[in-house]
């Protein structure tokens, strides 16, 4: 039930402000439904992929999805999500925990002004 | 050519944020499609969403070989978002954006504070 409210509040949050649904489903995990970091960020990520899939199926129908420039960013971002994935493992859940934490800061800060 | 390596570059830094915090990398993609292939918002948070689907299958795949997916959870999750996604496409038209970019931000802030008195408080090696 608690994630099902977690998973709703991500959909809400990304369709307003535009982020995706992981800045928000992270953070829930941890703080409520007692995930651990590694397992919050894995999980969110497999969520993440069906939202987009859906959405960027939904989106296409629509013709508004540029398949060239998404593979110029999304590419790329295949490599270095093997990478980020790869440090992940490597680091402590505090340091994770802490990091993520100054994005969400900076994120907070940037949306805020 | 320049813009191109430019959009590369940003494209890997996004999927590394993806990989390491199991985000989709949208707050990279969206700005660089727009600011710097000059996609229009619109086109440019739609083709996010296509550019977050190899990103997030890499990142998964690695994930899944360190066990750290729980399907069960995220299928829950992403069909539960795909429902919010459309209460959130109505209030989006009915209230002011600036008011709820700020109510976010600050959001995120108080969020943020909590992980870190939570790291804060935990014991670095629990007996």
Do not use: C, D
Request: hydrophobic share 60%; no cysteine.
């Amino acid at each position: 039930m608690r994630l099902v409210a977690i998973g709703f509040l991500a959909g809400l949050f990304s369709a307003l402000f535009g982020v995706g649904g992981g800045i928000v489903v992270v953070p829930l995990l941890i703080l409520l439904a007692a995930y651990t970091e590694r397992p919050a960020m894995g999980t969110s990520l497999a969520a993440i992929l069906l939202i987009a899939f859906v959405g960027s199926v939904t989106y296409a129908l629509h013709g508004e999805v540029k398949p060239g420039a998404a593979a110029i960013v999304g590419i790329p971002g295949a490599l270095g999500a093997v990478a980020g994935a790869a440090l992940q493992q490597r680091l402590a859940n505090r340091t994770l925990s802490l990091a993520f934490a100054a994005l969400l800061a900076g994120l907070g800060i940037w949306f805020l002004v | 050519m320049w813009a191109l390596l430019a959009a590369g570059t940003l494209g890997l830094a996004a999927g590394l944020l993806a990989g390491l915090f199991g985000v989709g990398g949208g707050i990279l993609f969206v700005p660089t499609l727009a600011l710097v292939l000059g996609l229009t918002q619109l086109h440019a948070e739609a083709t996010s969403l296509l550019a977050i689907l190899p990103t997030a299958a890499a990142g998964v795949w690695r994930q899944r070989s360190y066990r750290n997916v729980r399907w069960r959870a995220a299928l829950i999750l992403g069909v539960a978002a795909i429902a919010g996604v459309e209460g959130g496409a109505q209030i989006a038209e009915a209230l002011p954006e600036q008011a709820l970019r700020r109510l976010f931000g600050a959001l995120m802030l108080v969020v943020a504070a909590q992980i870190a008195v939570r790291v804060w408080r935990k014991p670095a090696y629990p007996s």
